[in-house]
Nanobody, 119 residues
Framework: QVQLVESGGGLVQAGASLRLSCAAS????????MNWFRQAPGQEREFVATISWSGGVTYYADSVKGRFTISRDNAKNTVYLQMNSLKREDTAVYYC????????????WGQGTQVTVSS
C-alpha cells in the first residue's frame, strides 16, 4: 500500500523556519516528480512547490519563491520542504503529493501536517 507521511509541522513565530519531510513507502518515487501543496482555513488547496525526479528542476509558487526550498533524497524515498522567513499567511495544512497532473489532481496524497505561524 502506497503511503506518503508528512512530518515537521508546528507552531512558530513569524520569521522562523521549519523543515517539513514527506516519507514515501509502498513503492519507490525516485523516478517521479514530487510536490507540496497547502490548504489554509476556508481556502482551496494551492500548489507550493514541485521537484523533478532527479532533483535538478524545481518550481515554486510566487508566494513562497525565495523563502521555501524543495529537495529530495531518493535513497530515503523522502522529499523535504525547507521553509524560511515564515509569514502568518503561510499558516496552512501542508500536503505532499505524487503522480500529479494539471489542476492539482494527484494520485497520492499524504495526510497533511499543520503549520501555524503567529505574529
Amino acid at each position: 500500500q502506497v503511503q506518503l507521511v508528512e512530518s515537521g509541522g508546528g507552531l512558530v513565530q513569524a520569521g522562523a523556519s521549519l523543515r517539513l519531510s514527506c516519507a514515501a513507502s509502498g513503492r519507490t518515487f525516485s523516478e517521479t516528480p514530487m510536490n507540496w501543496f497547502r490548504q489554509a482555513p476556508g481556502q482551496e488547496r494551492e500548489f507550493v512547490a514541485t521537484i523533478s525526479w532527479s532533483g535538478g528542476v524545481t518550481y515554486y509558487a510566487d508566494s513562497v519563491k525565495g523563502r521555501f526550498t524543495i529537495s529530495r533524497d531518493n535513497a530515503k524515498n523522502t522529499v523535504y520542504l525547507q521553509m524560511n522567513s515564515l509569514k502568518r499567511e503561510d499558516t496552512a495544512v501542508y500536503y505532499c503529493a505524487a503522480d500529479c497532473r494539471g489542476g492539482g489532481k494527484c494520485d497520492y496524497w499524504g495526510q497533511g501536517t499543520q503549520v501555524t505561524v503567529s505574529s
